[in-house]
Nanobody, 122 residues
Framework: QVQLVESGGGLVQAGGSLRLSCAAS????????MAWFRQTPGKEREFVAR???????YYADSVKGRFTFSRDNAKNMVYLQMNSLEPDDAAVYYC????????????????WGQGTQVTVSS
C-alpha cells in the first residue's frame, strides 16, 4: 500500500506562486506514474499534470507553461510548482499514484492523498 500526503496549499493572490508537495510512504513510488488532480465543489476531479518514472511530464492545457511537476525519488516525493496563479486555479489539489504512463483519468490511479486547498484571490 502507498500512503500519500499533500502539503503546501494556502491562500495566494492572483499572479502569485505556490509549491505543493506530496510525500509518499509505505513503499517507494520511484517506478510509479504520479499525477496531480484538482477539484472544486460540484465539479468532477480534473487532471492537472502527470510525471512518469523517468521524469517525463504532461500537463493540462490550462496549466501548461505555468505549472511544473517534478519528483525526487530519493525522498519519495513529488512537487507541483504553480506560478502565475489565476482565480480559476483555486481548488482542492490531490496527489495520485499508480496510473498508467498515459493516464489522465482519475479512475486510472490507485492511490490518493487527502488533498490540499489552494485559494487564489483576485
Amino acid at each position: 500500500q502507498v500512503q500519500l500526503v499533500e502539503s503546501g496549499g494556502g491562500l495566494v493572490q492572483a499572479g502569485g506562486s505556490l509549491r505543493l508537495s506530496c510525500a509518499a510512504s509505505g513503499r517507494t513510488v520511484s517506478s510509479y506514474t504520479m499525477a496531480w488532480f484538482r477539484q472544486t465543489p460540484g465539479k468532477e476531479r480534473e487532471f492537472v499534470a502527470r510525471i512518469r518514472w523517468n521524469g517525463i511530464t504532461y500537463y493540462a492545457d490550462s496549466v501548461k507553461g505555468r505549472f511544473t511537476f517534478s519528483r525526487d525519488n530519493a525522498k519519495n516525493m513529488v512537487y507541483l510548482q504553480m506560478n502565475s496563479l489565476e482565480p480559476d486555479d483555486a481548488a482542492v489539489y490531490y496527489c495520485a499514484a499508480g496510473g498508467t504512463q498515459t493516464a489522465t483519468s482519475p479512475s486510472a490511479y490507485t492511490y490518493w492523498g487527502q488533498g490540499t486547498q489552494v485559494t487564489v484571490s483576485s
